[in-house]
């Protein structure tokens, strides 16, 4: 393999480019990010705080997105690259680490929301640096990445308008500024980006899946770490582990599969949109739906464990348990999308369940929350039983073209 002839050391990926263990330890910030930004709605366990987790979900999200393009063309170990990574890997540390002062600043020190908008400002600044020094002599990518940096200019821009003001305001002034970064990138014609290796995006996607898979096992252990060990908080805790293996099995059953596979077998020219599409855009509702189902996995644990607080007869209510169900359903949508864009069939299972989710709030409003979720795990496991059984054959055929 030969050195990029670039204005920084770097070595070029090939099509069949595998993960890098400096991109894994890249993504150990974003593993304590996730955990940050669900202890911060369940302190703040209100509507705005849910919807403000949500908007530091989507900031998150799109730092990590954008050096997974750009590992995609070059090797995130070799040569001045992984000196890029490490710093945007402390960048990212110092927005994770001021989360829980992301809206509200607290008393003394630095002011947080300033802190995350530099922060925020410096890592994408480092992004668009490399990306543009990688596309040296790529006279297509050099015009897409200066049409793609006004829209991530005005969004970080934007954070820092919205760090000066509180409230409503604020939470709409970031939204404003991720609508900005998302929507212009979506405009931005993808045929310009470039997309070397489909194995490794594909690898990279799946595996930052794992990541808030993992977090949802954390906000498991942590919702108990106060207290004494019992039979219901056992029960919950297995429950809770059941439905996280659920969900596993439902991204890495198969849609890892379909998902590589068409996204190999598109045509360069137009590989990088349908990347754009069913891996940058729809992922996020997938990492966004596990966020929330491990806010409503923290609240079943207190609600079954703190028996000073509450009683094991008592329901989950209101927010805990929207994001208890609503989690799942918007993980089975961003599943249903990624499907339909990436086959061009429907996951009607998959949609179905969803409507069987939320069904199923109004339904189990006055259920102890144990009841709840073992609902919830059985309405998850009863689909996964009936897509191993009605899609055997065809699974078993994708998971063996892989290695045919």
């Not at 906000?219 to 919950?236: C, E, K, M, Q, Y």
């Not at 198969?254 to 590989?271: F, I, N, W």
């Not at 949109?273 to 739906?289: E, I, N, Q």
Request: hydrophobic residues 55%.
């Amino acid at each position: 393999m030969t050195t990029r002839k670039t204005p920084i050391r770097a070595q070029a990926t090939s099509e069949d480019q595998s993960v890098t263990t400096l991109e894994l330890f890249f993504d150990l910030v974003f593993v304590f990010a996730l955990t940050q930004i669900t202890a911060l709605m369940a302190h703040e366990l209100s509507w705005s705080g849910v919807i403000r987790g949500v908007l530091l979900i989507g900031l998150l999200w799109w730092s990590w997105i954008g050096f997974s393009w750009v590992c995609n063309l070059v090797k995130a170990d070799e040569g001045s690259v992984r000196g890029v990574m490490l710093a945007a890997m402390g960048a990212m540390f110092v927005i994770a680490l001021a989360i829980p002062e992301a809206f509200h600043d607290l008393p003394g020190g630095l002011p947080g929301p300033v802190v995350i908008a530099i922060a925020y400002f410096v890592f994408r600044a480092m992004h668009l640096w490399l990306f543009w020094l990688i596309a040296d002599g790529d006279k297509v990518l050099r015009r897409t990445l200066a049409r793609f940096a006004p829209s991530m200019v005005a969004g970080t821009a934007l954070l820092l308008v919205a760090s000066q003001f509180h409230g409503t305001t604020q939470t709409l002034i970031w939204g404003a500024a991720l609508a900005a970064d998302y929507g212009g990138t979506y405009l931005v014609d993808a045929r310009g980006w470039r997309l070397r290796s489909a194995a490794h995006f594909a690898e990279r996607h799946g595996l930052i899946v794992i990541i808030a898979l993992g977090e949802s096992i954390v906000a498991i252990g942590v919702g108990v770490t106060d207290l004494p060990i019992s039979w219901p908080i056992l029960v919950a805790s297995v429950l809770g582990l059941a439905v996280a293996a659920v969900l596993w099995w439902i991204y890495f059953d198969a849609t890892v599969h379909y998902g590589e596979q068409a996204l190999a077998s598109e045509p360069a020219e137009t590989r990088p949109k349908l990347a754009r599409d069913a891996y940058t855009f729809l992922h996020f509702p997938m990492v966004a739906g596990i966020v929330l189902l491990a806010l409503g996995l923290k609240k079943v644990l207190e609600y079954v464990g703190d028996t000073k607080h509450h009683h094991l007869e008592d329901p989950l209510k209101g927010i805990g348990l929207y994001a208890l169900f609503f989690g799942i359903v918007l993980y089975l949508l961003g599943h249903v999308g990624f499907k339909w864009r990436t086959t061009h069939r429907l996951g009607i299972s998959r949609l179905i369940t969803a409507a069987l989710c939320v069904i199923a709030v109004p339904l189990l409003g006055h259920a102890p929350a144990l009841a709840q979720l073992a609902v919830l795990a059985a309405l998850l496991t009863g689909l996964v039983a009936f897509e191993s059984v009605r899609f055997s054959k065809e699974r078993e055929a994708l998971r063996h073209s892989d290695h045919a």
